[in-house]
């Protein structure tokens, strides 16, 4: 099962999915945990200049195609072998990030990166994608503090200080694919504390699996 998170900056994905994974842990599972950009060896070189904010000039389509590299070297090295060989996988960020960042966001053309996304991944798309949603004010907010508590403000920052109407349109974009693709796609809102918005993803996946006709227990 291919579960990925999604979500504007500061919505709170890292801790869902570690609260997800300490779940499923504790109930014998064995989940890999990963991450875009940066789950694979590649990714990780890619990550700073995607991320940093000091990184100059990078242009709207090379930064585009260095997500999708980071993307097909993340599923070709980490995620279809673990697939494969039946475990779980949680995943923050994934396609969906692509199209509402750099689709939505930046206006590169939604359906043409479906198609191109859709090579580097060799077409693999999640089976649930957990959408945290907060409004952009509240989750600028967060990512804030926590920046300026890691001391990562220009490590990896670059998106987090793009504009308010910036991120407004990725918020939308992720609600118009939420809407698009509802029996993929929950939307959990993540003003709540951490442990309701736990019990809203298990129940999305619970959801799920009971269409599969499996179980978590
Ligand atoms: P992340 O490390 O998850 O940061 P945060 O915790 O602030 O959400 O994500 C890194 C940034 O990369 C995030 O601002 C979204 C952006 N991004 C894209 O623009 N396109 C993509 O395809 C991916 C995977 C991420």
């Known amino acids: 099962m291919f579960v990925t998170f999604e979500g504007i900056e500061g919505s ?13 842990q504790e109930r014998g599972h064995d989940p890999v945990l990963t991450r875009e950009p940066g789950g694979s060896t590649l990714g990780r070189s890619l990550r700073p200049i995607l991320l940093d904010a000091r990184t100059r000039g990078l242009s709207s389509r090379a930064e585009l195609h ?8 993340h599923v070709a090295e980490i995620i279809r072998p673990a697939l494969e060989a039946g475990q779980t996988v949680l995943c923050d960020r994934f396609s969906d990030s692509t199209l509402a960042y750099q689709g939505y966001g930046r206006g590169h053309d939604v359906e043409r990166l479906r198609r191109i996304n859709a090579q580097a991944t060799g077409g693999l798309a999640p ?11 509240e989750g600028l907010e967060r990512a804030g503090e926590r920046n300026r508590a890691e001391g990562t403000v220009l490590s990896e920052g670059r998106f987090d200080s793009e504009s308010l109407d910036f991120h407004e349109r990725v918020r939308a974009g ?29 129940s999305a996946l619970e959801e799920r699996l009971h269409h599969r006709g499996t179980g978590i227990a």
Not at 66 to 73: E, I, M, T, V, W
């Open 12 to 24: 709170g994905k890292s801790t869902a999915l570690r609260l997800l994974a300490a779940y499923l």
């Open 66 to 73: 260095l997500f999708l590299a980071d993307r097909a070297q």
């Open 127 to 137: 089976d649930l994608t957990l959408l945290l949603d907060l409004s952009v004010a």
């Open 174 to 202: 992720y609600l118009a694919l939420a809407a698009s693709e509802p029996e993929r796609i929950a939307v959990i809102d993540a003003t709540q504390a951490p442990e309701d918005v736990l019990l809203q993803c298990l």
